[in-house]
């Protein structure tokens, strides 16, 4: 009797849960569904299979965001800006830990409250101080803004890492005749790696899909990334759903494929991320 | 004195790109902007008067859009905030447990989060506006045939709609870790005293699990303050500027009203609000904290 009762909960559960998921994918569901049908079939047939298979919706919108440069952008800037935010905030993490002077805690409260300022109380002063360095008309004004904001939360989590790394070994290393840079390299950035692949999920999607920073650094034809692509579509072809919903498939079809292979550790990292904090 | 000068080094190295960098990106900007708040500079003439407080003045003053947007800015995030994390426990609670699919079930309410606000704003653009509508039509339910996107109020469900369903899965995954982290011991003692599993989750589960449920709170609070590109993406702060977050103001002011001096000090009073707002966050739950200790 007991047994039974259980299975009745547990399978109201199961479609339950079901019936939320489902609500929940059926925007991506929908999204992916009209992007291969003809924009007379989208106005009229939402909901069915595709009468024809329009593949060309997506070449058409492939050339409509100018996919070949954004994305080409997108992935420099994304790609060399996580590279840079893991290995500064290592630095800067393995320095404030195992060397702190009293500059490196005024720099650990500086970087700690910047956490509290939102990008909209930087942008406009940050526009003037990157065309004072001449920054403000390539790719390099963007992932260097990037790395100045990133810095803060990274540092924080690797911060975490390094206290974990047993002291003994750093100490062994040293009297063996390693340098401080020996000591970095070869024993405190191996042992910190599960953290570094935390972080790179993290700030990848982070830049991957942030728009205000792009829109204020990297505003123009030339450094579009995809996500200012996509904006500008819209503005173009608000109605051409034929072209603008491939436009969306395109670009979230990477975050999709790295949600599906990385998807145990995605989850892990994000709980493991929130708990430090 | 070889040696002090490599020491010198060390700490150059390790720090001082850093430095350099957050310099430029955050500490002079942010200064800057302290200064260009005090002036009646317009971004782009070389003329600029430096008018002491009076664009802080104008900001308060009574028809002023910065407090409309800060008005709607504090009643969105009051509901997003609710909802989000109401939602997210209430999944992590179903979800805690494996069964059937469960994993699979976590990874599809976690995506969204995944997602940037344009695009999750786009993707609802189209359901919103087509979807709904051709609901609408072959339904015939009122709910359907709503303008979604055309009132004020519409507008503002619509909004909230999009937050929260990228924002739940957020605090879904980190209430899971919470709740798995809760002894099982503690749970087991509350069933033999014959606590029901519903005050068992409110009396003891919860309790346990504060401190993540602070940092929820301080991710859903500081993230719908700051709300700009879902806004952009399905409302364009409309209808007549109804929907138009703080940061949206700030940007609009700057760029497209050239009033760069008073969009900077709109963006000084942004950070004063985020400031204030989180940190009485932070420590009212610290101190709910400290009373389940």
């Not at chain 2, 993230?223 to 940007?251: C, E, R």
Request: net charge positive.
């Amino acid at each position: 009797m007991k047994i039974r009762k259980r299975h009745v909960v547990g399978i109201i559960k199961f479609v339950g849960t079901l019936i939320i998921a489902l609500i929940f994918f059926a925007p991506f569901v929908l999204v992916i569904l009209n992007s291969v049908k003809p924009q007379s079939q989208i106005m009229t047939d939402i909901l069915g299979l595709p009468t024809t298979m329009m593949w060309e919706n997506y070449s058409k919108a492939w050339d409509a965001l100018n996919m070949s440069t954004v994305l080409t952008n997108t992935v420099i800037v994304s790609i060399s800006s996580v590279f840079l935010i893991l290995f500064l905030a290592a630095m800067v993490a393995y320095w404030m830990v195992r060397h702190p002077s009293k500059y490196s805690r005024v720099f650990e409260k500086l970087l700690l409250g910047s956490l509290l300022i939102p990008f909209a109380s930087l942008m406009l002063p940050l526009v003037k101080t990157m065309s004072t360095l001449g920054l403000n008309t390539s790719l390099m004004g963007g992932i260097l803004t990037y790395v100045g904001i990133g810095l803060a939360f990274a540092t924080f989590i690797m911060t975490g890492a390094v206290r974990a790394v047993p002291v003994e070994l750093e100490e062994a290393a040293m009297i063996d005749g390693c340098n401080v840079y020996q000591v970095f390299f070869q024993i405190v950035l191996p042992i910190i790696r599960p953290t570094f692949l935390t972080l790179f999920i993290l700030d990848l999607f982070w830049i991957w899909n942030d728009y205000i920073v792009a829109l204020i650094m990297l505003n123009n034809t030339r450094l579009n990334t995809v996500q200012l692509a996509i904006n500008k579509l819209f503005g173009l072809h608000a109605n051409q759903w034929d072209i603008a919903l491939p436009a969306i498939v395109m670009s979230i079809a990477p975050i999709l494929i790295i949600n599906i292979l990385l998807q145990k550790k995605i989850i892990a990292g994000i709980a493991s991320g929130a708990l430090k904090g | 004195m070889n040696k002090s000068f490599g020491k010198k080094l060390e700490h150059i190295v390790f720090l001082g790109p850093a430095t350099l960098l957050f310099a430029v990106v955050v500490i002079i900007p942010f200064l800057i902007s302290i200064y260009f708040s005090l002036t009646d500079w317009n971004g782009i003439s070389k003329t600029m008067n430096f008018i002491g407080f009076n664009n802080y003045i104008n900001i308060f003053s009574e028809n002023s859009r910065f407090l409309q947007a800060f008005g709607f800015t504090f009643n969105i995030s009051f509901v997003i905030v609710a909802l989000t994390n109401i939602i997210g426990i209430g999944l992590a609670a179903l979800l805690i447990n494996k069964f059937f699919g469960s994993n699979l079930f976590r990874a599809i309410f976690f995506l969204p989060n995944t997602m940037g606000g344009v695009v999750m704003g786009y993707i609802w653009r189209f359901i919103f506006l087509l979807v709904i509508q051709y609901l609408g039509m072959t339904l015939n339910w009122a709910i359907f045939k709503l303008p979604w996107l055309g009132t004020e109020e519409t507008a503002f469900v619509a909004l909230v709609i999009v937050s929260v369903w990228q924002g739940v899965g957020y605090v879904m995954v980190i209430m899971i870790a919470a709740l798995a982290g809760v002894p099982l011991e503690l749970s087991e003692a509350a069933k033999i005293d014959g606590a029901s599993s519903w005050r068992t989750f409110w009396k003891i589960k919860i309790p346990f699990t504060m401190p993540y449920i602070t940092v929820c709170l301080f991710w859903t609070i500081a993230t719908a303050f700051k709300m700009f590109d879902i806004n952009v993406a399905l409302t364009k702060g409309g209808p007549y500027g109804s929907t138009t977050p703080m940061a949206l103001q700030i940007y609009y002011d700057a760029f497209n009203s050239n009033r760069y001096g008073f969009a900077n000090a709109e963006s000084i009073v942004f950070f004063l609000i985020i400031f204030l707002v989180t940190s009485i966050q932070l420590f009212l739950s610290r101190r709910k904290e400290r009373a389940y200790e």
